[in-house]
């Protein structure tokens, strides 16, 4: 046939491993019973195969040679994209991030909309928290809340930011 390829002339070599995987293969269908041949001449010293076979087992050796070299191009093939693929990953998470900032005022407010339930929430916190009522609890404890002038200190700002931090995880977990 005066299309065939030797297999050294392939380039993209295999690899050792590959080689001997091939020849195990290859070996394996020459030992299958639907093909009668003689025994081998180096075991036994009978004959050896024809020439004829030969030629087949030339021509099978190269057509693996070829599909194990065309599988490893296609292995090869896809690394390459699950590679670019991770690489666009992070890429298209950090897309919408720095989109989002140079949003028209139309999605701005499209988005004020769909969070209007959560500014809510903190505004309604906010204002209850701040309320003559709540500072009178905290004037409840003057020694740790309040300062020497009689105004509320650092300390019940702080305790109040995270009372509504904590009351907004819990509406926004459990109610909205």
Do not use: C
């Not at 020849?23 to 180096?42: F, M, V, Y």
């Not at 590679?83 to 140079?102: R, Y």
């Not at 609890?137 to 019940?156: D, H, I, R, V, Y």
Request: proline content about 7%; overall charge negative.
């Amino acid at each position: 046939m005066s299309n065939e390829t030797p297999i050294g002339s392939l380039t993209g070599g295999i690899s050792e491993e590959d080689a001997k995987l091939v020849d195990s293969i290859l070996n394996d269908i020459n030992d299958s019973p639907e093909q009668p041949r003689g025994p081998p001449s180096h075991n036994q010293g009978g004959p050896g195969p024809s020439p004829e076979q030969q030629k087949m087992m030339a021509q099978r050796q190269q057509q693996m040679a070829m599909q194990q070299q065309m599988a490893m191009q296609q292995q090869q093939l896809h690394q390459q994209q699950q590679m670019a693929h991770q690489q666009m990953d992070p890429q298209k998470k950090m897309g919408p991030n720095i989109v989002n900032t140079n949003k028209s005022p139309e999605n701005l407010l499209d988005s004020i909309k769909s969070e209007s339930k959560n500014i809510l929430l903190i505004v309604v916190l906010s204002v209850v928290f701040n309320l003559d009522q709540v500072n009178d609890l905290f004037k409840l404890q003057p020694s740790l809340f309040l300062s020497e002038a009689g105004t509320l200190n650092m300390q019940s700002v702080l305790v109040k930011a995270i009372l509504i931090g904590l009351l907004y995880y819990v509406v926004k977990t459990k109610v909205l």
